[in-house]
C-alpha cells in the first residue's frame, strides 16, 4: 500500500471534527498507515483561481511539494472539492513548461514541486486499496435493515475526465462501501443532483429549494438517513433542515461515511463523533 498523507484541506479541522475523528479511527483499524501533512494549507480552490489562476496552481503545488518532502508519494484527502482541485493541480503540472513557471514561484519559498504526487480520495482508498473483501471482515456489529440514501457530491467522481475514478453516470463505488456495512443504499431520483451549497452566495433560496429536493427525493425511497463524504455537502445538507425547520418526522440524519463504517466496525457513537451530529441519529443506532 502507498504511504498516505493525510490532507485536511480548511473545512474538517474548522467545522467537521467528526468527520476527521471517525476517519482516522476507521484507517487506523483497517491498518492503513498515514501521516498528517505539516504546514499544508488552502488546496487552491476555485474560488482563488476565478481571480488568479497561476496563484491558484502555485498554492496547489506547495502542498504537492510538501507531501513530496515529507516522504509522501499518495494524498488522502477528505473533501470532494480538494479532492478535485489537487488532482487538476497534478495533472496541469505534468506540462514541463507549466510546472517550470510554477516552480519559480515555490523557489521563491524554499519549495520545489518534481511531479509524480498522487491524490486520492478517501473513498478511493477504501474502495481500491483498501478493498471490500477487508472492510466487510472489519465489520463486527452490521447495520441489520438501515436504508441509506448516498450523496456521491460533485466533484468526487465528476469531471471524470480528470478524476477517473467510478462511472460519473452510474457510481457504484460509494453504495457498495455502505452496503459493506450491512446497510441498504437505496436508489432514489436526486441520487446524483449537486446538494445546492455552490448557488448558496448568490441564490440562498435557490440553495436550500435543490437540497430540500435531494432530501424529500431520499426520504419517498425510503431513506433514513443520508451519507456524505464531501464536508460542504455534509453541512448545506443538515443546515438546511435546521434553518428550514424540517418537522422532526421529515427530517433525514446526515453521517459521514466512516462514521458508518466505524458503528458498523464495533466503535461506540463518541469514537465516531457522533455527539456532533445535529440531527437525532438514534434511529442509525436502533438499527446496529
Do not use: W
Given at each position: 500500500m502507498a504511504k498516505y498523507g493525510l490532507f485536511l484541506g480548511c473545512t474538517v479541522p474548522a467545522r467537521l471534527v467528526a468527520y476527521d475523528l471517525s476517519a482516522?479511527?476507521?484507517?487506523?483499524?483497517?491498518?492503513?498507515?498515514?501521516?498528517?501533512?505539516?504546514?499544508?494549507?488552502?488546496?487552491?480552490?476555485?474560488?482563488?483561481?476565478?481571480?488568479?489562476k497561476k496563484a491558484a496552481l502555485a498554492v496547489a503545488a506547495w502542498n504537492l511539494a510538501l507531501a513530496q518532502e515529507q516522504g509522501v508519494d499518495t494524498i488522502l484527502t477528505l473533501c470532494n472539492g480538494c479532492n478535485e482541485v489537487l488532482t487538476r493541480a497534478?495533472?496541469?503540472?505534468?506540462?514541463?513548461?507549466?510546472?517550470?513557471?510554477?516552480?519559480?514561484?515555490?523557489?521563491?519559498?524554499?519549495?520545489?514541486?518534481?511531479?509524480g504526487v498522487v491524490v486520492k480520495h478517501l473513498v478511493r482508498v477504501l474502495y481500491e486499496d483498501v478493498?471490500?473483501?477487508?472492510?466487510?471482515?472489519?465489520?463486527?456489529?452490521?447495520?441489520?435493515?438501515?436504508?441509506?440514501?448516498?450523496?456521491?457530491?460533485?466533484?468526487?467522481?465528476?469531471?471524470?475526465?480528470v478524476l477517473k475514478f467510478d462511472d460519473p453516470d452510474?457510481?457504484?463505488?460509494?453504495?457498495?462501501?455502505?452496503?459493506?456495512?450491512?446497510?441498504?443504499?437505496?436508489?432514489?431520483?436526486?441520487?446524483?443532483?449537486c446538494c445546492g451549497l455552490p448557488v448558496l452566495a448568490v441564490r440562498?433560496?435557490?440553495?436550500?429549494?435543490?437540497?430540500?429536493?435531494?432530501?424529500?427525493?431520499?426520504?419517498?425511497?425510503?431513506?433514513?438517513?443520508?451519507?456524505?463524504?464531501c464536508p460542504f455537502c455534509y453541512l448545506?445538507?443538515?443546515?438546511?433542515?435546521?434553518?428550514?425547520?424540517?418537522?422532526?418526522?421529515?427530517?433525514?440524519?446526515?453521517?459521514?461515511?466512516?462514521?458508518?463504517?466505524?458503528?458498523a466496525m464495533g466503535m461506540e457513537p463518541d469514537d465516531v463523533g457522533l455527539y456532533e451530529n445535529k440531527l437525532d441519529v438514534d434511529r442509525l443506532l436502533e438499527k446496529l
Open positions: 482516522r479511527k476507521v484507517l487506523e483499524a483497517l491498518g492503513v498507515e498515514f501521516v498528517e501533512l505539516k504546514d499544508v494549507g488552502c488546496c487552491g480552490s476555485p474560488d482563488m483561481a476565478s481571480v488568479n497534478v495533472e496541469a503540472l505534468k506540462d514541463q513548461n507549466t510546472l517550470d513557471q510554477v516552480n519559480e514561484i515555490l523557489r521563491q519559498v524554499g519549495h520545489e514541486y518534481k511531479g478493498g471490500l473483501e477487508k472492510i466487510k471482515e472489519a465489520v463486527t456489529k452490521p447495520f441489520k435493515g438501515l436504508k441509506v440514501a448516498v450523496h456521491y457530491g460533485c466533484h468526487l467522481i465528476r469531471p471524470s475526465e452510474d457510481p457504484h463505488s460509494l453504495d457498495e462501501l455502505v452496503e459493506a456495512t450491512g446497510a441498504v443504499s437505496v436508489p432514489y431520483i436526486e441520487k446524483l443532483e440562498e433560496d435557490l440553495a436550500y429549494r435543490i437540497a430540500l429536493d435531494k432530501i424529500r427525493s431520499a426520504r419517498e425511497a425510503g431513506a433514513e438517513a443520508i451519507v456524505t463524504v448545506h445538507l443538515e443546515n438546511t433542515q435546521i434553518m428550514k425547520e424540517l418537522p422532526e418526522e421529515e427530517q433525514l440524519p446526515v453521517v459521514h461515511y466512516p462514521q458508518l463504517l466505524g458503528l
